[in-house]
């Protein structure tokens, strides 16, 4: 029976019983976070199960493309090393929603199994849930399994994912006890029985799952039951298939027979010769072409992050295993023609997209290609040292050859040794802070280059004339040319741009020649010594090999280099006035400003902060020159120069001497101190635990912020009607104004209130001998309420009082009750009563009770209902 009829069986087989049939979900589940793709049939029925959606069916059946690549079901390492694993599979399914439960399916998978694919009884093992006596019951008593081949598993209660019968499809969701069939393929394959040490062989596969789906697993771990408990199972095609065609592994059934043949041909083709038929390289390839094709026909392409690094990772492995077998050019892309002709009549959208899914695929193949050879070469001269491989090496294939790192583990795996990934994990981190504290992700992240390096000549100079392009990027991809519009990445021979490093930002500029025009927002290291222009192609175009007027813009380098200079003098300022530990922990130099992080445990005063600006402008005045030696870092060491922490350098190092400073710098600086013009201290604060930050602007930015403080004093003084210079006293006279013109309202508030209060004596009316006042109290605040209430407590003796003040849509109540009554009437139940008639509710001591609500249209009504209230009370 071939794949294709296989799934047509099993979808008949649950329509007869009452199953709609219903379409794959894509791979890509459309409305589910939590997902990163979908890996089982069930997901597209989520809230069918957690009751929040309504189908017009409560029976389903589906053939559902799954991807596990990623998340909580992750197959991704099996592939290639058992029998059973693919990344991209189709799973049959039937689902019941709130209808049938363990005893129907149950019966259900028996018949399909034994009666219509006609499997031997005795070949097929069962497991359940420890606990689940019920469903070991059915299969035992109505079935008739025997004792023998029913496996209880799942005794680890405490554990987080409990156990392998207990099912759940991420960390929150659906979930509930299985049962699992197995298929028993003889005593010829390695693998012992479920339960067994031996179960994770090849021997014995679990083909089938049902899961009885009767709690909703949510993030705290707690589990709810389900509004009904229903049904969900799951069966890999491809395992199925295996059985019935009477081949062990999945990759013998018909649907894999061409797939590996045309990886073959594709392989040799690609400078494989006449690579070995049965090479497992061969099998990952062939999986991996669909998981990849299915992928980008949902609409992922590869990239660094979530599903489009998923994909990347996926195509990287299967274009390593062909290089591996020794393909030297792109072949991977060239096999989703021969998955459309396997496929494409099951699923049409294969067929519709492949066009595109090959280009995309072609575009990622290509790229790969440009560093692999390199990556493979570092690689093997790793494992030649012996041992495993180091984190180190991991991270800079990953970093620079663009080897994801599950990559590396793959061939370290062939080899038998392992990676440090904590290592790995460590530098990648560090990496991400450094990419984070830069402010920005970077453009040229994951850019491949093989060339020449580029010349740095912009501290002498601001244009270079004869810059020759040596690589172009659009989109992140490599390419020969650039066109009007194009958003690029330009590598240059030799440039006067700055790249961004050291804390101080690229330059921008402009790129010219004859007709065309790039304008280069900003300027930034693709390698350590590789620069990349970013900018767009605003006229002409651009080919590798031309050559360019490089111009960088003099006005915003000016800018820049005025800050970072006057960093450095801010630095030695910093360490003369707080003391030797301050310690530079990051800094940002931009045209704007300079932000400066150091270690230090207290916040500057003003003092300090003043005295700092003076140093400063001390060395500005003394317009003292600036220097840059290259030197030995030994020689570097012995000037005194200072140094950061834990920073590597190189074994010649930039001294940067300027006024008073000397540090290790490669950044660009003023000619002399006096260039910086003014400094001035804006901003201090604390970031982490004992890192402080202080920010500074210098020459014109520093004159345009001392203006705009000025303008504010002027303004203020202004709306005074003063001069600034009188400002001060002004103010304070005002001040005391506030204050005693404060008083005499509070004392007009409370004379008005208790005048109010005595004229609403006269409405009290007298039940069964407490007199009740409700009235509104016109224009009263909270503590007028309050304190209006107390009055009319004292006055009116034995009383029950409301008192309501409207103010816009909001209303204040205060419920009173005189401490000879509140044995009959609480004031917290009263207020609570008025209340909720305006929309709000409220409580307090049985005395005295405020609340808010929220519609005054209510407030004649509720407070008409007091009296009859506190009647049905005393
Ligand atoms: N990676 C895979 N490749 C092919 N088929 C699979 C894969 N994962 C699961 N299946 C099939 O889907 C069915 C239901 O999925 P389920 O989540 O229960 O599998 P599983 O317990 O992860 O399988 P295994 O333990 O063999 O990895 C399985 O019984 C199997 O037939
Ligand atoms: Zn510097």
Redesign the pocket.
Known sequence: MKAAEIRQTFLKFFESKGHQIVASSPVVPGDDPTLLFT??GMNQFKDVFLGFDKRSYSRATTSQK?I?AGGK?N?LD??GY?A??????E?LGNFSFGDYFKKDAIAYAWELLTVNFGLPADKLWVTVYSEDDEAYEIWNKTVGVPAERIVRIGDNKGARYMS?NF?MMGDTGPCGP?T??FYDHGPDVAGGPPGSAEQDGDRY?????N?FMQFNRTEDGVMHPLPKPSVD????????AAVLQHVHS?YEIDTFVNLLAAAKSAVDAAGGGDCDKDSPSLKVIADHIRACSFTVVDGVIPGNAGRGYVLRRIARRAIRHGYKLGARTPFFHKLVAALSAEMGEAYPELRQAQARVTEVLRVEEERFFQTIATGMEILEAALAKGGNVDGDTAFKLHDTYGFPVDLTADVCRERGVTVDEARFNELLEEQKNRARAAGKFKMAQGLAYSGVATEFHGYEHLVCETSKVTAIYVDGAQVDAAQAGDDAVIVLDHTPFYAESGGQAGDSGELRNGTTRVVVADTLKIQADVFGHHGQVVEGSVKVGDIFTARVDAERRAKTVRNHSATHLMHKALREVLGAHVQQKGSLVNAERTRFDFAHNAPMTAEQIKEIEAIVNAEILANAAATAKVMALDDAQKTGAMMLFGEKYGDNVRVLSIGSSKELCGGTHVKATGDIGLFKIVAEGGVAAGIRRVEAVTGENALAYLQSLEATVQAAAQTLKTSPADLEGRLHAVLDQIKSLEKELTAAKSKLASAQGDELMAQAVDVKGIKVLAARLEGADAKTLRETMDKLKDKLKTAAIVLAAVDGDKVQIAAGVTADSVGKVKAGELVNFVAQQVGGKGGGKPDMAMAGGTQPAGVAAALASVAGWVGERV
Do not use: P
């Not at 199972?233 to 199925?240: A, D, N, P, S, V």
């Open positions: 890996n089982a799954c596990r079901h197959d099996n592939v058992t059973r694993h693919h990344t991209f599979f799973m392998d099912w299985c699992e069939i596969i679990e083909i089938w799952n899961v199972t799951g069966m890999g095609l491809e395992r199925l999945n």
